[in-house]
């Protein structure tokens, strides 16, 4: 996420958290599918691009070490405010303030879309130093053509799909273990459709 970005979602925080800020504003797919990659992800879980730190405070009720991470001060201050018992930091995923492999896990819930088509080999490769061998990564995506724009409501943003995405993951020393591809969902907030990919670091 580019400067640009960052102060565009700082600007529009309260009306995204409006109407994406809460579990019960998501749909029930999403939340088993991130519950169920928790409980199967053992180690410490990081929320990297935790927005308004819904997911982060679902991966934290699993009984588990979870850090979200938001370039966005004003998610971040929200998050704080809202879950008190969840650690949240500021700062960015391009940068992971952790060590070389310790973590279990990385969910990248729909964070890499505002990220340069360019500059996400290079994320990829931060997830991998950051992950422990074994460790998992869970991306979210809008699908359509890889690397082409679109007017995302608040930032420009990038689609891909889950052949691109494998290739780049490949170059980045992780496996592909599933993936998944649907349309937009009836009452989701977003009308595009959608993707997730898993992936575990080698």
């Given at each position: 996420m580019n400067d640009s970005t960052?102060?565009?979602?700082?600007?529009?925080a309260a009306e995204y958290i409006s109407v994406a800020g809460r579990l019960d504003q998501m749909t029930d797919a999403d939340h088993a599918?991130?519950?169920a990659w928790r409980d199967a992800t053992p180690g410490r879980l990081v929320d990297a691009g935790c927005g308004p730190g819904l997911w982060t405070a679902l991966l934290h009720d699993g009984h588990r070490d979870a850090l979200g991470i938001d370039l966005s001060e004003r998610f971040i201050a929200h998050a704080r405010a809202t879950y008190p018992g969840v650690r949240f930091q500021h700062g960015s995923f391009a940068d992971l303030p952790v060590g070389d492999a310790t973590l279990g896990g990385i969910l990248a819930w729909?964070?890499?879309i505002h990220t340069s088509p360019t500059e996400v080999p290079a994320i990829l490769a931060e997830f991998a130093r950051a992950l422990a061998p074994g460790g998992s990564i869970?991306?979210?995506?809008?699908?359509?053509?890889p690397g082409a724009p679109f007017d995302h409501a608040v930032a420009p943003a990038y689609f891909w799909d889950a052949e691109a995405l494998t290739r780049l993951l490949n170059a980045a020393a992780f496996t592909v273990t599933a993936s998944e591809s649907r349309p937009r969902l009836p009452g989701e907030v977003s009308t595009?459709?959608?993707g997730h990919i898993l992936a575990t670091r080698s």
């Open positions: 960052t102060a565009a979602y700082g600007a529009r599918l991130i519950e729909y964070s890499v869970l991306i979210g995506f809008f699908d359509g053509i595009r459709p959608q």
